[in-house]
């Protein structure tokens, strides 16, 4: 149970929740210098911890100045906060304590910023096509989500030598031609099976199973936003987190036009409703009714195939795509990593129960 000036070697820590978290508050002055807090907050998690009486120290750490706040998880990343962010941000940002819930927290600190910027640049370029009526709506929001997949696919090498970049730079030096054909046809090799292009603009481009470039988008690009596409490939897409992507660009987009594209993502916190009861829970129980090493390792090993089968289920839900839109493989992702977060359980399970033979 947590409880507030707790008493620690005569101090007083501001709130203890033993197993899960420690808090330490500083004035509301003292948030551009918390930096300065973070030995004392670290020390005094580190006295949480009681071996005669089998007390481990708490999970988390949280330094709070009220306008600005870290989260630390220091018994595995002792270097660095998990996340750090000022109260304004934290509708959304509270994703990073939901350990306060009981939930198992997400965190995306460094891969932030390169997200934001990657939205603004196609909600940009959404806006100019929706502004000059260059297709219907339908059409534009293929376009959108067959243009991002190609972003995120070249980086990943899933579309070899950048061949979506090279189809931009090829259009943007020359003006005769038009994106409603060149990428146009891109979609339509990445959405018909058979025997891939060996020569040529789509040599070694993937059939993607799915109905992604079921309706290849073809839509006419004008140069500024031509310009605009190609400065959104520049972007680094392996650190663009997908887990934030879809819920910036509605914001992004704003309401009329979120509506206008069908951009209605599921929240990172709400799949975790779905996962924690059925995919985490029964894990976690296993792994605390475990008495002997023989059933640690044997729960340790169903742990990781569990999760490597939502892994696979992932990658065929996702038909072969890094980033599938689809709600399953969110699903998927929470779901696997959840399990894989749970494995240290096992190894402290496994540890316990060959040091008390």
Not at 59 to 82: K, M, N, T
Request: hydrophobic share 40%; net charge negative; with cysteine.
């Amino acid at each position: 149970m947590a409880s507030f000036e707790h008493s620690q070697h005569g101090r007083f820590l501001d709130l203890l929740w033993p197993g899960r978290c420690l808090f330490e508050m500083k004035a509301p002055s003292e948030a551009g210098r918390l930096a300065k807090h973070r030995a004392q907050a670290l020390r005094y998690w580190e006295e949480a911890a009681d071996s005669s009486r089998g007390v481990e120290a708490p999970r988390f750490v949280v330094l709070c100045a009220f306008r600005r706040l870290e989260i630390w998880e220091p018994g595995h990343f002792p270097g660095q906060p998990r996340a750090a962010f000022d109260l304004a941000e934290l509708p959304d940002r509270y994703e990073s304590l939901l350990f306060l819930t009981s939930g198992e927290p997400v965190f995306l600190e460094g891969h932030a910023a390169v997200t934001v910027e990657a939205v603004k640049s196609v909600a940009e370029l959404f806006a100019h096509l929706t502004d000059r009526f260059a297709a219907d709506p339908e059409v534009l929001r293929d376009f959108l989500l067959q243009a991002v997949w190609c972003m995120f696919a070249e980086d990943f090498g899933q579309i070899p030598a950048h061949g979506f970049t090279r189809v931009l730079d090829g259009l943007l030096g020359a003006p005769t031609r038009s994106s409603a054909d060149d990428l146009g046809q891109l979609f339509a090799v990445l959405g018909t099976s058979g025997p891939r292009p060996a020569h040529g603009l789509y040599a070694g481009a993937p059939y993607v199973n799915g109905d992604l470039f079921e309706s290849p988008a073809r839509v006419h690009l004008e140069k500024e936003e031509l310009e605009l596409l190609r400065a959104a490939t520049a972007f680094n897409w392996r650190e663009v987190q997908p887990q934030i992507f879809g819920s910036l660009l509605e914001g992004g987009l704003g309401h009329e036009r979120q509506w206008e594209l069908g951009a209605h993502y599921t929240h990172e916190a709400h799949i975790q409703t779905v996962v924690q009861p059925t995919i985490v829970a029964p894990w976690r129980e296993r792994i605390e009714n475990c008495e002997t090493h023989a059933e640690a390792v044997a729960a340790q090993n169903a742990l990781m195939n569990t999760s490597c089968s939502i892994r696979r289920a992932d990658r065929a839900t996702s038909s072969t795509s890094p980033t599938s839109s689809c709600g399953a493989s969110r699903h998927a992702c929470a779901s696997a990593r959840s399990t894989c977060a749970a494995a240290p359980g096992c190894a402290n399970r496994a540890r316990s129960a060959l040091s008390s033979r």
